[in-house]
């Protein structure tokens, strides 16, 4: 009988236990400091210290901001848009931008590799369900990635892991990831360079619906709701040219 491969060798239990205990971590920042609005909220209302500790730090800063933003990605249960939100409100918009996507790409290509460590050694026998997230992800992993960063609402750990268990590439994943989370990025940094010039001008924390400057970041959010729908559609054409 010939040996199984390296699917079949079992379950990585002390990755699987390592990803269990980021689970657990990050449940506790949550349940310790709140929900991510409740958190944003906090940062908006000291949002003038903020600003005078950035300005005292400079670069410092911003590389403690996106080693941060990696680590709340790596806790699985923190979504990715309070964090980009908030990089734009502290750093400004483009300076945002980057830390947001450094941060993200980071914290990702962390989770991916201990998912895979963990689980990517799943027997296909014991787990049907890995070959059809194969089967998905087969055809063109790349854009299968680049489709699921896309869409706003598919949850950042979801795609992290699953794209680990379907045995993506590490250098397809990081692309894909990279290209894909750039317009949500660019959406979210709206919202927070929103806050920071209103709370700037007024010394108020805004209702986002009474305020103009807000509607462009939630018209754009809905586009990129159906925007993987259309990428997809593209690509299925170019295939069969």
Request: proline share 6%.
């Amino acid at each position: 009988m010939p040996s199984p491969g390296p699917a079949g060798k079992g379950v990585n239990w002390r990755g699987l236990l390592f990803l269990a205990a980021l689970a657990v971590v990050g449940l506790g920042i949550m349940l310790h400091y709140g929900a991510p609005k409740d958190i944003l909220t906090d940062m908006v209302k000291a949002g003038g210290d903020l600003h005078r500790l950035i300005a005292d730090w400079g670069a410092v800063a911003a590389v403690l901001f996106v080693i941060g933003y990696a680590g709340l990605m790596m806790s699985l249960w923190f979504p990715a848009w309070p964090c980009t939100v908030a990089a734009s409100f502290l750093f400004g918009y483009w300076h945002g931008v980057i830390c947001a996507l450094a941060g993200a790409t980071l914290g990702a290509t962390a989770v991916f590799l201990l998912a895979r460590s963990g689980l990517g050694a799943l027997d296909r026998r014991a787990a049907p369900f890995v070959q059809r997230l194969e089967a998905g992800f087969r055809e063109n992993a790349f854009n299968y990635v680049v489709a699921l960063r896309l869409f706003p609402f598919v949850p950042f750990t979801i795609v992290n892991i699953v794209s680990a268990v379907a045995g993506v590439r590490l250098c397809t994943f990081v692309l894909g990831t990279m290209i894909g989370i750039v317009p949500g990025t660019l959406i979210y940094a709206m919202i927070g360079q929103a806050l920071e010039e209103l709370l700037r001008e007024t010394g108020e924390i805004p209702d986002i619906w009474s305020r103009p400057a807000f509607y462009l970041p939630i018209v754009g959010l809905t586009v990129l709701a159906v925007a993987p729908v259309g990428y997809r559609y593209l690509v299925s054409r170019s295939c069969k040219k």
